[in-house]
């Protein structure tokens, strides 16, 4: 990882392109259900394409690009990571698994101690 000073500059025809990428999606979503006399195709033919035409606009924008950069990004750190084995995996799932179920076990004694020391002890103290 770098650690550069990132300065993001939203130009206005940055914001102007993202609102019609917007509006171009929505248009689609509109038509879709206002177009319900009209066949199942047209229909989902508006839908689709006010969504891709949303997907092109903003994909031109540079807001679209950093996201598209970003993703690339994510990506290459995605295939950097150093997964485990399946041997390694089971024996923490194991370790982690034992850990649990002593810690329950403590638990359930400190539980029982302070259950006798109250109910067994104290109160037959009172009696």
């Given at each position: ?68 950069a970003?993703g ?10 150093v ?45």
């Amino acid at each position: 990882m770098s650690n550069q000073d990132v300065e993001i500059v939203t130009s206005k025809s940055d914001v102007v392109l993202v609102t019609l990428a917007v509006l171009s999606a929505v248009a689609g979503v509109v038509a879709f259900a206002l177009l319900t006399e009209q066949p199942i195709s047209v229909r989902l033919g508006a839908l689709a394409g006010g969504i891709v035409l949303g997907v092109l606009i903003a994909w031109m924008s540079p807001s679209g690009k950093r996201l598209l950069a970003y993703g690339r990004q994510s990506y290459d750190e995605l295939r950097r990571v150093v997964w485990p084995t399946k041997k390694e995996t089971l024996n923490t799932t194991g370790m982690v698994i034992a850990f649990v179920v002593i810690m329950a076990f403590f638990l359930f004694i400190c539980d029982k101690l302070i259950e006798w020391g109250l109910y067994d002890f104290l109160l037959r103290l009172s009696l």
